[in-house]
């Protein structure tokens, strides 16, 4: 593996590992900071080429040295002196790997950049992408009719990009009138950020011919300026033989532009093209004013997607409550003497509170009351099939008591450790309208008489809730309603 080691300040000693493209600068994107006014805020780069590892200068004021020569490009050798203004670090690399890390060619200096890997580029011009574009300057007939173009160029791109809400299509559109916009242009790049890794991820890379390019990652060396500052950039290539001329007069080959909206970065649109031909600061300003409509076309889609989804959530629970009250009684049972009486109201569309009243025997009404702990979807799952068990368990069982410890040992043998279920199950003895009854965990039941402030509160035959306990022991107790009493949930 090739290695940097520092040889000065506080960094000496230490082995930085050029495994992938290298930034050495002020700015804190780089992989070596070197916080020293003397050192630029961009300052070199250190890329994996063809012909070996090649360490470029970005244009810095106190320059790059390579055995104390100046160089603007320069392929490494193993134990090449490397100088950043005043910072030294030595190149070093496993003799073992040094054939596989440095390739060299007879007679050839310059190579292509790897497939994989930009240029190191140099900024010539920017834009606050924050501030609104104007088109209209107080100059002559040559600039109204130069500010009527682009007006005109920008009412086509919003009009073009406006006909779809679906993502892909919408990149597709953008990228298609990035070239109409810009005729010079040979490349256009459309970058969205990925919410979940918080990188520019590149969904489209399109030569004019309609051909798709290698997704080259956006530039390290910009990715400050373009999404953390919100600058609209025009740049050009450090490799290239580029006239100064140009670059003095603001002139590029590449423009870069992030997609904002209300502040937050989407997106960068990013658009080249081939030496011979350069984009200027009025080219950058268009950019930045089509990127500004394409952050807004682009949040419509997002929003779309999620008004979809809200949609379709919508439809599902619905169909959910539909289905959850399909496991409640439909109809209660009818017997002389008592008189069933229900509301279910959930806190959410569906939820985890559950009853169900039923015949045992010819003489005998079970009836289950409980809530799942938790609200929404999951608690509904879950009390779909504890009323079931229940209901099963207080036929199978010689009493309410047995019927919630068999529940209770089948809720702890699912290991669902952060789940349980509240209940009060019981067995009402028609002629006699004896009711025997257990508590698990539940807000106790009243029993309300006929007279005012005839209320009593039934504490007896309580115990924890199902599913905390394999071995929780559940007792019962027995109450007998007379003549006009009720009995129930707190309110009664």
């Not at 300052?43 to 470029?56: N, P, R, T």
């Not at 007069?249 to 031909?277: I, K, Q, T």
């Amino acid at each position: 593996m090739p290695w940097l080691v520092a040889l000065d300040g506080g960094l000496a000693g230490r082995k930085f590992p050029l495994e992938t493209t290298f930034l050495v600068g002020r700015g804190p994107f780089n992989h070596v900071v070197l916080d020293d006014v003397r050192i630029s805020r961009q300052h070199a780069k250190i890329s994996h080429e063809v012909d070996g590892l090649v360490v470029y200068d970005l244009g810095s004021s106190n320059g790059t040295y390579v055995n104390d020569t100046p160089v603007k490009r320069r392929v490494l050798a193993r134990g090449d002196l490397v100088r950043f203004g005043p910072f030294r670090f030595r190149y070093e690399v496993d003799p073992q790997e040094e054939g596989s890390v440095l390739v060299r060619r007879a007679g050839k200096q310059e190579e292509k950049t790897r497939v994989g890997f930009e240029s190191p580029t140099k900024i010539v011009g920017e834009v606050d992408a924050q501030v609104p574009q104007t088109f209209v300057s107080a100059g002559g007939l040559a600039d109204l009719e130069e500010a009527d173009r682009r007006l005109r160029t920008l009412f086509s791109f919003v009009h073009a990009i406006a006909v779809t809400l679906e993502s892909d299509a919408l990149v597709d559109l953008i990228v298609d009138n990035l070239f109409e916009s810009f005729p010079a242009c040979t490349l256009a790049a459309v970058y969205v950020l990925d919410k979940e890794s918080s990188t520019m991820e590149a969904k489209r890379v399109r030569s004019r011919d309609g051909r798709e390019v290698p997704h080259y990652p956006l530039p390290a060396e910009l990715y400050l300026e373009l999404v953390q500052r919100g600058k609209a950039l025009l740049s050009t290539p450090l490799a290239l033989d580029w006239d100064e001329d140009k670059l003095a007069g603001g002139s590029a080959l590449l423009m870069h532009a992030p997609m904002l909206y209300r502040g937050s970065v989407l997106g960068v649109l990013n658009v080249r093209c081939d030496p011979g031909s350069s984009f200027t600061q009025g080219d950058l300003d268009l950019l930045t004013a089509l990127a500004s409509h394409a952050a807004l076309a682009l949040k419509n889609t997002t929003l779309h997607m999620e008004s979809l989804e809200q949609q379709r959530m919508q439809r599902d629970l619905a169909l959910a409550q539909q289905i959850q009250k399909s496991f409640l009684p439909l109809t209660l049972p009818e017997a002389p003497g008592l008189s069933f009486l229900t509301e279910y109201r959930p806190a959410y569309s569906v939820g985890g509170d559950f009853y169900d009243v039923f015949w045992l025997t010819p003489d005998r009404i079970g009836c289950v009351i409980g809530d799942v702990s938790g609200k929404g979807v999951a608690a509904a799952l879950l009390m779909a099939r504890v009323s079931s068990d229940l209901r099963t368990a207080m036929f199978t069982e010689r009493s309410p008591c047995a019927a919630l410890s068999r529940v209770n040992r089948d809720l702890v043998a699912r290991g669902q450790h952060d789940i349980f279920v509240t209940a009060v199950a019981l067995s009402i003895h028609v002629p006699s309208r004896s009711i025997t009854l257990a508590n698990a965990g539940h807000m106790p039941p009243y029993v309300k008489g006929q007279g005012p402030g005839d209320l009593r509160r039934i504490e007896e035959g309580t115990s924890s809730p199902l599913g905390l306990f394999s071995d929780m022991p559940y007792g019962e107790t027995t109450v007998t309603l007379r003549p006009h009493e009720k009995i129930g949930r707190a309110h009664v």
